[in-house]
């Protein structure tokens, strides 16, 4: 269903719209045209991961096959090779252009602003602080 939902959203459309509205909110201001797209696909990946997070949370739980299907839809290659939450986690962060730091390092803050994983990784410093 999900999955369904996802091939409906069409990224090149959604994107392309995306960018019309950011260069239309400047003015149509030249040479700005690859910075629109660019924060457009940024855009697109942010709410296709809070999107696809929701859907899994609202299951009960984000499993490893739901990080597969955010992972195939971001366009990872071979998502099923990535065993692990761990793996799968850091390998969207990467897609979305977030440091991939999920599980790096037993710190009490992270550095990133946005990232979709920041209560996931507070429950596990939680846990490591036990």
């Given amino acids: 269903m999900l999955s369904t939902f996802i091939k409906s959203l069409n990224r090149e459309q959604w994107i392309a719209e995306a ?3 950011k260069a239309l909110a400047r003015g149509f201001n030249p040479h700005k ?3 629109d797209w660019l ?3 940024e855009d697109y990946v942010t709410m296709l991961i ?3 997070l929701h859907v899994l949370e609202e299951d009960g739980t984000v499993s490893s096959l739901g990080l597969r299907q955010i992972a195939q839809s971001l366009g990872i290659l071979h998502p099923e090779q990535l065993y692990s939450e761990r793996e799968l986690i850091r390998a ?3 897609a979305s252009h977030h ?3 999920f599980r790096s ?3 009490p803050s992270c550095q990133e602003h946005g990232c979709q994983w920041i ?3 507070r429950a596990l410093i939680a846990i490591w602080h036990r």
Avoid: G, N, V
Wanted: charged share 35%; glycine share 0%; hydrophobic share 40%.
């Fill in 105 to 107: 390092a037993k710190s």
């Fill in 50 to 52: 809070a999107l696809q």
């Fill in 19 to 21: 960018a019309y509205f």
């Fill in 99 to 101: 440091r991939p730091c």
């Fill in 119 to 121: 209560m996931k990784c």
């Fill in 39 to 41: 924060e457009a696909e």
């Fill in 92 to 94: 969207i962060q990467d």
């Fill in 33 to 35: 045209e690859l910075d």
